[in-house]
């Protein structure tokens, strides 16, 4: 197997659950806010990235690699949902960048390309979600789109 694959699982496995954390954190904030759509959004989308993440770490172990509980780097805490959004947004292209280079990788391992292309869809269509929000705050102004969040 491609150590850039290994590796590739190894960084989602760790990521993607600061990720999963980070998004229950902003569910709790836009909750605290009257936000409850986009609470129950971000809470559902780190209950989806926490079952990535143990996709992944059955994958490691099906490959018998080694497993890690490895170091986080810390993540901000943004109470403007619009500029969560804009950070989020930004995280989004970012993670698919990198990992379609990992998907790329994968072809030679069917298994592990499924599961990579799957979690590169549902995450290319959480950024065009964050894209269409930001276009329609944008569209009919931030107090209209916070509206339709409560």
């Known amino acids: ?3 850039k694959v290994i590796d590739g699982l190894q960084r989602i496995v760790t990521e993607l659950a600061q990720q999963a954390d980070s998004h229950v954190i902003q569910s709790r904030i836009f909750a605290a806010q009257g936000l409850t759509k986009l609470a129950k959004q971000y809470e559902e989308h780190a209950a989806e990235e926490r079952a990535y993440v143990v996709k992944c770490i059955d994958r490691l172990i099906d490959l018998d690699a080694e497993v890690k509980l490895e170091a986080k ?7 403007d949902v619009v500029e969560y959004l804009k950070h989020d947004l930004q995280v989004s292209k970012h993670g698919l960048a990198w990992l379609k ?30 894209e269409q929000q930001l276009a329609l705050v944008d569209m009919i102004g931030k107090q209209n789109w916070l509206v339709q969040q409560l």
């Open 73 to 79: 780097s810390a993540a901000p805490v943004i109470w």
């Open 101 to 130: 280079d990992v998907l790329c990788a994968a072809q030679d391992d069917p298994t592990t390309f499924d599961l990579l292309k799957t979690y590169y869809q549902d995450e290319e269509s959480d950024m065009y979600w964050t």
């Open 1 to 3: 197997m491609d150590n």
